[in-house]
């Protein structure tokens, strides 16, 4: 962990029955020894999960065992079968422990999915699939000025892994976990060790800390060498350094060291997506950096060489604790993305190192990690800047909601808008204060508690509208500047009040169904729209209504086949163009209408069943036109 000066600036498949519409099947592959792991799994990719050769059996079959190993997208050994990490669920601070599809194997996604319908949960605890239970939980204030850690919004990012939907651990300031006191095996006092993580090589900044490994057993900077973990991050602390990067790095306590006594300019960073970041430490006078893409190659190898000379590092003073997405003394400023990792006892070889980097890339790891991918989206105001919380990414109740600089990577600037109305951002809704009506009444961030001041339906003019009060979103006289902070006034169709919901929201349709799309958040062209139960985490249920009537999912519209007009004709997803079949306007009945062919959006004689195919039919009022937008 280091001190830093810096501030940040603003702070495939059809849907299928039950709770995840479709996910891939597992496919079992069966390869149990070091050798067939060290040699073929190295030339052969594959999304197995390999009995036998999981990053522990690896580590252990090579004498440097696990001693703690977390994940939130699959097992790290061939014989776990527990759960991952801890969801609590912000509507009833429920709690629900996330499993595997097989033993094993990966992440069951699904099982979050459902038990988060409908509200938001954080990842309250990442389990040790070890037998040691060095479980991480938020971490507590430290030393570095900061508060208790808070978990991470659990559907914040979503990725895939071996063919499966799996969720990654989102850090964002003010998210970071902690073993706190000294873990079971872990390396204390200059004993030996080594830790590798999967994270992201998008989602990173320059600020302290995002790390992974060994750290004081409390939140208190205590020295040189009293940390031993290994960090991804744009950090040049020992000039100078090769590039922008980021970096893979070794927070040893006060420097973050690319090798040697600091500064190594042979460190050429890791950019890509998924990076594997490696450490290994041997407490007495050596270290080692490596860094790689997680998808494929092998690793290269950034420093193997002399611990710092620097006081305090010959031999290492660690104490035992374990650290992730925060410094050791809980500077938690920084962000990243974390998917797995082990700590282990011992000098890894590099034939260890080489195998385990193979598992990896079999893994097939894919997706973006740098933008929130679940059904959040940014709501874009005027002057193109984006509605954000004013305390980067930790508010709390009645925290100023504002305008800001849009940043990609900004928890607090997406919102996910609920089936009630309501827009929330990290675990909290847009309110009006104290309930209010009055123009000129503020807006904060507030619990979710269905009231009428955190009600907002977009209006065909751009505005958002808050039914209770009459009144719409605004910028107080169009000011457009940093920090300008948001109010209700009365609707007057200005620029002040245009605010794009990207995210857009569930469109709710007969039988309490929702309008979907067949392809399961990946349709292209002249995929199935269609009918189906609502799901609050799918992407391709959150429609976004456009100034000019249409209705826009996973970057296509909601289209009429051939642009038809007749009774019957089928609805799809296409390509946005702006042609008479893409305009759909929300009656007073509650009805779709399709201005071009006069007709409406209707589920074909009332049926409500999943997967029922939508079409356009002559308007008659019945309820299997009703179709409301969020």
């Given amino acids: 962990m280091y001190r830093s000066s810096l501030a940040m600036a ?122 040691r239970h060095n479980d991480l ?59 590798y993580m999967v994270a992201s090589g998008t989602h990173v900044g320059s600020d302290c800390c995002f790390d992974y490994g060994n750290a004081e057993s409390t939140p208190a900077d205590t020295g040189n060498g009293h940390m031993d973990a290994v960090s991804i991050a744009t950090t040049c602390y020992f000039a100078p350094c090769s590039g922008s990067g980021p970096w893979v790095e070794a927070d040893l306590e006060n420097g973050m060291f690319q090798g040697d006594n600091g500064s190594n300019t042979a460190n050429r960073g890791n950019g890509s997506a998924f990076v594997t970041a490696v450490l290994k430490n041997d407490g007495q006078t050596r270290y080692a950096l490596k860094g790689g893409d997680s998808r494929s190659g092998a690793l290269s190898t950034w420093w193997d060489g002399g611990l710092p000379t620097r006081g305090g590092y010959r031999p290492m003073h660690q104490e035992g604790g374990i650290i992730l997405g925060t410094g050791g003394d809980n500077s938690n400023w920084n962000r990243g993305t974390f998917f797995e990792g082990v700590m282990v006892a011992g000098y890894p070889t590099d034939a260890a190192e080489n195998a385990v980097q193979a598992n990896v890339v079999s893994v097939g790891y894919s997706g973006e990690t740098d933008v929130p991918n679940g059904p959040q989206g940014t709501i874009t105001g005027p002057g193109g800047k984006c509605v954000d919380a004013a305390a980067d990414d930790t508010g709390g109740n009645g925290t100023a909601v504002q305008l ?26 847009l309110d009006i204060e104290g309930n209010g009506t009055a123009g000129g009444a503020k807006v904060q961030l507030w619990d979710c508690n269905g009231a009428g001041g955190q009600k907002w339906v977009q209006q065909a003019d751009g505005s958002l509208r808050n039914p209770q009060s009459g009144r719409c979103l605004d910028a107080p006289n169009g000011t457009t500047g940093n920090g300008t902070r948001l109010q209700i006034w009365d609707c007057n169709g200005a620029g002040a009040q245009k605010f794009s919901v990207d995210g857009g929201g569930q469109v709710a349709g007969p039988g309490a169904k929702c309008v979907d799309v067949a392809a399961d958040d990946s349709g292209g062209n002249g995929a199935a729209v269609q009918l189906w139960d609502c799901q609050s985490w799918a992407v391709d249920q959150h429609w976004y209504h456009n100034t000019n009537g249409s209705l ?10 051939g642009n038809g007009t007749a009774n019957g004709t089928r609805v799809e997803l296409w390509d946005c163009n702006g042609v008479g079949g893409q305009v759909w306007n929300q009656r007073s009945d ?19 069943a999943n997967g029922t195919r939508l079409q356009i039919w002559d308007c008659n009022g019945s309820a299997a036109q009703r179709f409301t937008l969020n």
């Fill in 404 to 429: 800001w600089d849009c940043q990609s990577w900004a928890e607090d600037q997406h919102w996910q808008h609920n089936a009630d109305g309501s827009l929330s951002t990290i675990g909290k809704c």
């Fill in 590 to 608: 509650g009805s779709l209408f399709n201005p071009q062919s006069g007709r409406c959006l209707d589920t074909p004689s009332g049926t409500t």
């Fill in 137 to 195: 939980t938020p971490g507590p204030a430290g030393t570095a000025g900061m508060g208790a850690d808070r978990g991470a919004d659990a559907s914040e990012i979503a990725v895939t892994a071996g063919g499966h939907k799996v969720y990654g651990i989102w850090i964002s300031p003010g998210v970071g976990y902690r073993y706190t006191g000294v873990a079971s095996g872990v390396a204390v006092n200059g004993q030996p060790e080594g830790v």
């Fill in 10 to 131: 603003e702070a495939a498949p059809a849907d299928g029955p039950g709770p995840v519409r479709g996910l891939a099947r597992t496919v079992a592959a069966a390869v149990s020894t070091l050798a067939l792991a060290l040699g073929f799994l190295i030339g052969v990719p594959t999304v197995s999960q390999a009995a036998g050769t999981l990053p522990c059996d690896i580590y252990g079959a090579a004498g440097t065992p696990c001693v703690a190993a977390h994940s939130s997208t699959r097992a790290l050994l061939s014989s776990y079968n527990g759960p991952l990490y801890q969801v609590t669920r912000a509507s009833d601070g429920a709690r629900a422990d996330i499993g595997l599809l097989s033993p094993g194997g990966y992440a069951n996604a699904g099982q979050q999915d459902a038990f988060c319908q409908n509200t938001t949960c954080r990842i309250t605890k990442v389990y040790d699939q070890t037998a």
């Fill in 552 to 561: 826009k999912t996973l970057g296509r519209c909601l289209d009429i086949n």
